[in-house]
């Protein structure tokens, strides 16, 4: 199992530029994060999923849209990229609600806009 | 805030050595869990304890925590160089949602 994969890697846009990260994950879980971690500040929630065709905010959803059309794929999406919203940005899964279960984490993406 | 508050934010021991980490939070918790990153990695999941346990063990993992007073402590003994990583106490509150705390950076060396 690959567990949780994210595309792309590493990003570099212009302000005003617009961007789809991709998560995927092959254990069939039911729920699904994006985060955001700015240095020296743990991750913030920006939406999350409780399954296929759900999605809801979560700490800092501003400036951000996401889509789950399939299970396996959480999608995030910034309309206009903002210098703000430079960071490294997490996808992470688990299956049921995350009090009770651990989540499983991607290996993030470094986004830089400048 | 309602994030864990990381004690030390930064800790650097010799291999062998015990490292002990702490978190005190404010808010009412369902659980509380200790999660590892590396280095440019994602966070791979230690050690969950529930709002009615008061240890728990995993390996070279103690974790405590003490809800009256609001802390929960991480213990690695025997450490080792490939310990070296950034540790976060997560809060699960009662929302269902993840509260990350800024994390303690552990670096152990050889």
């Known amino acids: 199992n690959a567990g949780v994969t994210q595309t792309p890697k590493f990003r570099v846009l212009k302000t005003g530029q617009s961007m789809t990260l991709l998560c995927a994950q092959d254990?069939?879980?039911?729920?699904m994060y994006w985060y955001r971690q700015d240095p020296g500040m743990g991750l913030r929630l920006i939406h999350y999923?409780?399954?296929?065709?759900?999605?809801a905010k979560g700490e800092v959803p501003d400036g951000y849209n996401v889509s789950r059309l399939k299970k396996q794929n959480f999608l995030l999406g910034l309309e206009s990229a903002a210098p703000s919203q430079t960071s490294v940005y997490f996808c992470?899964?688990?299956?049921?609600?995350?009090?009770?279960?651990?989540?499983?984490f991607g290996p993030g993406t470094r986004l830089t806009v400048l | 805030s309602q994030q864990g508050e990381e004690d030390p934010q930064a800790l650097s021991i010799q291999e062998g050595e015990n490292a002990t980490m702490n978190c005190s939070y404010k808010t009412s918790i369902n659980n509380l869990q200790w999660y590892r990153q590396n280095s440019g990695r994602g966070l791979v999941h230690l050690i969950l304890i529930r709002s009615n346990e008061r240890e728990k063990h995993s390996g070279r993992l103690r974790v405590t925590l003490d809800t009256s007073k609001k802390s929960s402590s991480l213990l690695i003994t025997a450490s080792r160089a490939a310990d070296t990583a950034s540790y976060f106490c997560v809060l699960s509150s009662n929302t269902g949602k993840l509260i990350f705390g800024q994390g303690t950076t552990l670096q152990v060396k050889p």
């Open positions: 254990m069939n879980h039911e729920y």
């Open positions: 999923s409780v399954g296929e065709g759900t999605t």
């Open positions: 992470a899964s688990s299956p049921g609600r995350g009090f009770y279960n651990e989540q499983f």
